[in-house]
């Protein structure tokens, strides 16, 4: 479970008995942002989901970004695709095929061109992103389910600006962050929030 910042702060649940959340990133069209990535990949942990990190639109871009590798080196699964080329699909469809998944991310990074690559007699709407904004404009505005060849169901989410973290107190956050895990007991403060304190051996 996830849930979107509100003013309130209520919590909106997207999905319920997913196997499979996959974090749909765009390599341009908009800017790729792992910040948000690393957001997803929190809920998932937290709601007990298998994370994919799907890197789209890979035709628009000639070298991927460090970032990717990192994911990779953390035990992140990362599919690189293209509406397209058509790179990826398959990989992807094999992953999906017989499972529930959710596909969630910015608006624009192309989750609604992805299920028409896989599936496409959906005939689903796209759009382009805003050449003014350079952001994604909204074409799905409920969550959706689609059954698709293959046994595939997919949760189809709106696509958001922010992510808020459901259940996770800020003290929480770091055991969520697998690259931190052997350093956390090293700090010199128990709750040290590693962004500014002395000794903290997150930050060295």
Not at 84 to 110: D, N, P, Q, Y
Request: net charge negative.
């Amino acid at each position: 479970r996830a849930a979107m910042e509100h003013a309130e702060s209520d919590e909106q649940v997207f999905a319920a008995n997913v196997d499979v959340l996959v974090v749909v990133a765009a390599a341009k069209k908009p800017a790729f942002k792992p910040d948000l990535v690393d957001r997803y990949l929190i809920a998932a942990d937290v709601g007990g989901v298998e994370p994919i990190l799907c890197f789209n639109k890979t035709d628009l871009i000639e070298t991927e970004p460090p970032e990717l590798q990192a994911y990779r080196d953390l035990g992140i699964r990362v599919i690189k695709t293209s509406c397209e080329s058509g790179e990826g699909l398959e990989e992807l469809r094999s992953i999906l095929r017989g499972k529930t998944s959710m596909f969630a991310g910015h608006s624009g990074v192309g989750k609604s061109s992805l299920l028409n690559a896989l599936q496409p007699d959906l005939d689903l709407d796209t759009r382009e992103i805003s050449e003014s904004t350079k952001k994604g404009r909204h074409t799905t505005t409920t969550a959706k389910l689609f059954r698709l060849d293959d046994g595939i169901s997919v949760i189809d989410t709106p696509g958001i600006r922010q992510l808020g973290l459901w259940d996770v107190a800020p003290g929480g956050v770091e055991a969520y962050y697998r690259e931190f895990r052997p350093f956390v007991a090293g700090c010199r403060f128990p709750d040290c929030s590693h962004t500014h304190e002395s000794a903290c051996e997150v930050r060295r």
